[in-house]
């Protein structure tokens, strides 16, 4: 396992993170190496078109007896022999180029997963980035609320020791503390998992310490109010590394099932060969002499007629024909997923937005109802319940404003992505 350490107090942005991602994520260099195996897949097969030249020879001792002038007698004697031949497939129903076109579409295909991978790599980290501002700011809020209960806690003691609190206001104040103490401690708990999720997704040494920097000044060309997932759709369509993945598939197996047909048409190759070899003789024993002298030349065309394989060649076509049905239907399938991805993002940006003004509209009013319940319950007008459930709804208001306000910003972004920003390359 490799991990990196972080030095120095640099502020990273999200597109920091997810370039850093880009650049060191594991996950990412395998598909990257799957890229450059299906590249060398499709080098190879245009190869194929070209003819195939060998060379061989031999050379060896006979030792045995033999007639010489009507009498047995023993002998040994050196050989050798030596060729060189070309063979080339003139023919075979168009098995070789159909060949070519499929690692051709099974490159392009392992290209736009590797673009696709950088791509969820991207939306990974930031889910993870906007997780940690989430808690970072959310654990703020609870803080706060925390000290408003010391605080509270500290004037119902006095109360309480001068008679205007009864024992009972107390003991509810300290248990609203109590509470307020243990959402902390879930917040900071919360808060470190994200940084868990972070620094996996980059890489990072688990004890690596960087600072986040949100961009407040993100400006979107995007008008939610006019944003129409078909269009938008449409839009991603033509560059879609995810679509452009599936429909490679696609194209890929309808190569292979013109492959597969290739099994029912005859083969025709031709080949060709030059070879020599020497056998020492009492007449003439000179090597040069009888490599020349012994030379053989052959060339020639070969016919494979395919009559009956064993139904082999029609199972072939057929998982071929499967395949290639198999693979239109998840492309219609991913179509239709993504289409309505892009529908139900455009739907909760709207949706976050609305909630977000909204929620600064109920967080003024909270924040005016709770100043109000401050003074009631320091002048006895109201009990602690009251005074908490005013408290309390005050601080989900601000979570809520919080919440919505970072879900609206992350979907603008997905939106702008879709549409053909990739934010994080620029």
């Not at 809020?141 to 107390?170: F, P, R």
């Amino acid at each position: 396992m490799v991990v990196l350490p972080v030095m120095g107090q640099k502020e990273w942005s999200l597109e920091d993170c997810i370039r850093f991602a880009v650049e060191n994520n594991l996950e990412l260099k395998q598909s990257v190496y799957e890229t450059q195996v299906a590249e060398q897949n499709y080098r190879q097969s245009k190869w194929y078109m070209t003819p195939s030249i060998g060379a061989s020879s031999s050379a060896g001792y006979s030792i045995g007896k033999t007639v010489v002038e009507g009498e047995l007698v023993s002998d040994k004697y050196f050989y050798s022999d030596y060729s060189i031949g070309a063979t080339i497939n003139l023919f075979s129903g168009f098995s070789i180029q159909n060949q070519i076109s499929y690692y051709k579409f099974k490159k392009a295909a392992a290209e736009n997963s590797n673009i696709d991978a950088i791509d969820n790599l991207a939306f990974q980290v930031m889910n993870s980035f906007y997780d940690v501002i989430y808690y970072e700011e959310l654990l703020k809020i609870v803080t706060e609320q925390k000290e408003l209960s010391v605080v509270n806690l500290k004037k119902t003691e006095v109360m309480v020791n001068t008679g205007l609190k009864a024992t009972a206001d107390l003991l509810e104040v300290n248990s609203n503390f109590e509470m307020d103490e243990l959402i902390c401690i879930q917040t900071k708990n919360k808060l470190e998992s994200s940084w868990i999720n972070l620094r996996r997704a980059l890489n990072l040494n688990p004890d690596s310490t960087i600072y986040l920097k949100r961009n407040n000044n993100v400006v979107f060309k995007s008008d939610v109010e006019s944003d129409d997932a078909s269009k938008v759709f449409n839009e991603y369509s033509i560059w879609s590394p995810q679509l452009g993945y599936y429909e490679n598939n696609q194209k890929a197996s309808k190569k292979y099932l013109s492959m597969q047909k290739a099994g029912f048409f005859p083969s025709l190759s031709a080949s060709a060969s030059l070879g020599s070899y020497f056998y020492p003789t009492d007449i003439n024993s000179d090597f040069s002499y009888q490599i020349n002298t012994n030379q053989s030349k052959y060339v020639g065309l070969s016919l494979n007629i395919p009559i009956f394989r064993r139904n082999t060649n029609i199972t072939n076509v057929k998982l071929a024909k499967l395949q290639y049905e198999s693979a239109k239907t998840k492309l219609d399938q991913v179509r239709q997923d993504l289409y309505f991805t892009i529908v139900t993002n455009i739907n909760d940006l709207k949706a976050s937005e609305a909630e977000f003004a909204q929620a600064r509209k109920q967080l003024d009013a909270d924040t005016l109802a709770y100043r109000a319940a401050e003074k009631k319950y320091d002048q006895g007008m109201i009990n602690v319940v009251d005074f908490y459930t005013v408290k309390n709804r005050m601080s989900s208001t601000c979570a809520q404003v919080l919440r919505s306000e970072l879900t609206a910003e992350i979907k603008r972004r997905i939106i702008e992505f879709y549409r053909g920003n990739r934010f994080w390359e620029k």
